[in-house]
Each structure stands twice: as structure tokens, then as C-alpha cells.
């Protein structure tokens, strides 16, 4: 196992309620603490409630995208000085579900990655290929298509992004990547990082795809899979917490 703290991030996608939402992350500071970093991140409208609550805590919270744009007339965006101002440690960008429903290309995730790290918001940039890429043996170029325009917009700060490697035919379905298909692309993305950054061997790469109480661990003790993108499972507390402990 390496030396990389993991870090176990709940991506709750469009679902809550306040009363749901107060008892999960009730559940979850009640299990800590975790030897693990965690993170929530949460519906755009939740995260005053959720900072609210969290905000004595060492678990962390952000949102599931951020525009690009600093302001202006962005019918619908929520900029990333917004989200600093509401305590956002983190902000997805390029989720597959964004890409595919919302047409974001390689150019304007990474724009947006680099407009949350501007306000000191860690983007977590999400890249992976759809079943028919992967039948195809197409993978390994899909991925590092997407993350390349990510290092050379990033530049000097790439090292300061997460990645998710979060494969489209496994996301929701409940058929995970095993440890190796896993583990096999992260060696791929490490070494591509590697080769723009010094600091890549410090640089967090998480899985996310069906990930579950009963497979985080074999997921995690893989060299180059620092921790979990979890999306069904981090919406009940014993599911994200057994996650979260599994990576401990
Ligand atoms: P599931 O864990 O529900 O497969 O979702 C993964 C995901 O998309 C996290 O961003």
C-alpha cells in the first residue's frame, strides 16, 4: 500500500432532502473519526446546510461541478468563488453523467478544473470510457485524451487537482471494475501525470463505479488507487462508512 493518505468522497448526485440529508451526515459524524480524509459532495442548494453542519468537523464538503466563468450573464452556473465562499474544499468536474447529458468537452473541463483551483477549490476531474470504448481497446487512449487537456491547462498547478478514474460501464450498474482493470488504468494516469509533474507520486487517484462496502478494500490495497468517488452507496451512512473504515 502506498504512503498517500486516501480519501473516500461521497458524490450524492441529485438526490436529498434536508431531513435525509441531516441523518446521513448525522451517520456519518457519528462514526468518526476515520483514518481516512472524507468528503461530501453535495446538490448545489444543500451546501449552506452542510457546511453548517459539518463545519466543526475534519469531513469536508463540495459540489458536483462549477463553471468555468468568473461571473457574468451565466443563466443557471455557479462560479467557484461562490462555492470558496461556501467552504468548499472540493468540486467535481467532468463527471461522465455531465459530459455525456451536458456535452462538456475535454477543453471545457479542464477550464473549469482550472477555474476552481483559482479560488483554491480542489477540483476532483473525472475521466473514464464507455463499455463500447473499452470493447473496442480504445481505454487507454480515452483517458489520456481527457486528462491531457487537463495537465496543459493546468500547467504548473496539475499536481494540485484528484482524479477519478470512473469507467461509464461501471458507474451505477453495480458491476465494478475489478481491482486489476482498476489498478491497470491508475498506473496509466500515474505515469501520464508523471511525466508533466514531480509531485505526481503525491497526487490522489480515486475509483469511482459501484464501489461498495464489499469491494472497497480490494480496490483500495492496489498500488495506485488512493481512495473512492462513491456515488448509490454514499447515500446510506453504514454503506459510506464501511467505505470510508475500508480505507482507513
Ligand atoms: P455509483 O457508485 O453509484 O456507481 O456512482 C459512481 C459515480 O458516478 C460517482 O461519481
Given amino acids: ?19 435525509a440529508n441531516a441523518e446521513l451526515l448525522s451517520g456519518i459524524m457519528a462514526a468518526r473519526p476515520f483514518a481516512a480524509d472524507v468528503a461530501v459532495c453535495v446538490p448545489f442548494p444543500y451546501l449552506p446546510a452542510t457546511a453548517l453542519s459539518l463545519i466543526d468537523s475534519d469531513i469536508r464538503w463540495g459540489a458536483q ?25 472540493f468540486a467535481i468536474v467532468g463527471h461522465s453523467e455531465r459530459r455525456a447529458m451536458h456535452g462538456e468537452s475535454d477543453q471545457l473541463v479542464a477550464d473549469k478544473a482550472l477555474a476552481a483551483l483559482g479560488q483554491g ?35 504548473h498547478c496539475v499536481s494540485e487537482m484528484v482524479v477519478a478514474y470512473e469507467p461509464v460501464w461501471a458507474i451505477g450498474t453495480g458491476l465494478s471494475a475489478t481491482p486489476e482493470q482498476a489498478q491497470e488504468v491508475h498506473q496509466l494516469l500515474r505515469a501520464q501525470l508523471q511525466a508533466a509533474t514531480p509531485r505526481a507520486e503525491q497526487m490522489k487517484l480515486l475509483y469511482g463505479g459501484s464501489v461498495k462496502p464489499d469491494n472497497a478494500a480490494a480496490l483500495f490495497a492496489k498500488p495506485d488507487i488512493d481512495g473512492a468517488l462513491v456515488g448509490g452507496a454514499a447515500l446510506k451512512a453504514v454503506d459510506f462508512v464501511a467505505i470510508c473504515r475500508a480505507a482507513g
Fill in 121 to 155: 477549490v480542489t477540483p476532483i476531474v473525472c475521466v473514464g470510457e464507455t463499455l463500447a470504448q473499452r470493447e473496442a481497446g480504445e481505454t487507454a487512449g480515452v483517458v489520456k485524451r481527457q486528462l491531457s487537456a487537463v495537465i496543459h491547462t493546468l500547467a
Fill in 65 to 89: 461541478d462549477c463553471s468555468a466563468h468568473k461571473q457574468g450573464a451565466y443563466t443557471g452556473e455557479v462560479s467557484s468563488t461562490m462555492l470558496a465562499e461556501l467552504g468548499c474544499r
Fill in 1 to 19: 500500500m502506498s504512503a498517500r493518505r486516501k480519501l473516500v468522497v461521497g458524490n450524492w448526485k441529485m438526490h436529498g432532502s434536508h431531513p
